[in-house]
Nanobody, 125 residues
Framework: EVQLQASGGGLVQAGGSLRLSCAAS????????IGWFRQTPGKQREWVAS???????KYGDSVKGRFTISRDDAKNTVYLRITNLVLEDTAAYFC???????????????????WGQGTLVTVSS
């Protein structure tokens, strides 16, 4: 069973930094791309970043330059480093996996992805 658990969220002041973690299990982690999306109440999901099995990375336009995705295959974990946090970063953050091209394209509404429990990031002014 595919399991993805995001953690590391919390209350952070604007301008600060945060690192989110995604612990994965139930599949051959090394072979799959992993991504992150975020969601706020009343708004659509927004894809933020994905990383391929070989380490290639892609980012959503709104987060380029502030978000860095990385992976540690030995720990079956993907990280999302967020710097210079802004109020608009307040959201629940989820990690996802699935069909690799779908994940790398950030197609978060596809039926071919899986995601787990998210972690809440709240940015204060």
């Amino acid at each position: 069973e595919v399991q993805l658990q995001a953690s590391g969220g919390g209350l952070v002041q604007a301008g600060g930094s945060l690192r989110l973690s995604c612990a994965a299990s139930g599949f051959t982690f090394d072979d799959y791309a992993i991504g992150w999306f975020r969601q706020t109440p009343g708004k659509q999901r927004e894809w933020v970043a994905s990383i391929g099995s070989g380490g290639s990375t892609k980012y959503g336009d709104s987060v380029k330059g502030r978000f860095t995705i990385s992976r540690d295959d030995a720990k079956n974990t993907v990280y999302l480093r967020i710097t210079n946090l802004v109020l608009e970063d307040t959201a629940a953050y989820f990690c996802f996996t699935g069909d690799p091209p779908t994940v790398l394209r950030g197609q978060i509404n596809s039926e071919y992805i899986y995601w787990g429990q998210g972690t809440l990031v709240t940015v204060s002014s």
